[in-house]
Nanobody
Framework: QLQLVESGGGLVQPGGSLRLSCTGS????????MNWIRQAPGKGPEWVSFINSGSTITNYTDSVKGRFTISRDNAKNTLYLQMNSLKPEDTAVYYC???????WGQGTQVTVSS
């Protein structure tokens, strides 16, 4: 069974940091471009970040540039999202997703609150 399993979410104070992980199970992530997508309460999905298969190209939505860093370790079959200087508006369920064909993880909750 092909799965993406996210972890690393939680409750953090504004200004804090979290690192999300997304591990492939039953398939190899290395050929795929990968994305992080988030969905805040009451809002639609928002694309956050992209990385190509060789980690040579990354991209971010403007609201997280300079604060979030996407990376991958193909040897560990894992995608990461390092999130620094977190803000309350970053509160959302964060999903990892492959490029086409699309596979989604189950999501991990990130809550930024004092």
């Amino acid at each position: 069974q092909l799965q993406l399993v996210e972890s690393g979410g939680g409750l953090v104070q504004p200004g804090g940091s979290l690192r999300l992980s997304c591990t492939g199970s039953g398939f190899t992530l290395s050929p795929y471009t990968m994305n992080w997508i988030r969905q805040a309460p009451g809002k639609g999905p928002e694309w956050v970040s992209f990385i190509n298969s060789g980690s040579t190209i990354t991209n971010y939505t403007d609201s997280v540039k300079g604060r979030f860093t996407i990376s991958r370790d193909n040897a560990k079959n894992t995608l990461y999202l390092q999130m620094n200087s977190l803000k309350p508006e970053d509160t959302a369920v964060y999903y990892c997703r492959t490029g086409v064909p699309y596979y989604w993880g189950q999501g991990t909750q990130v809550t930024v609150s004092s």
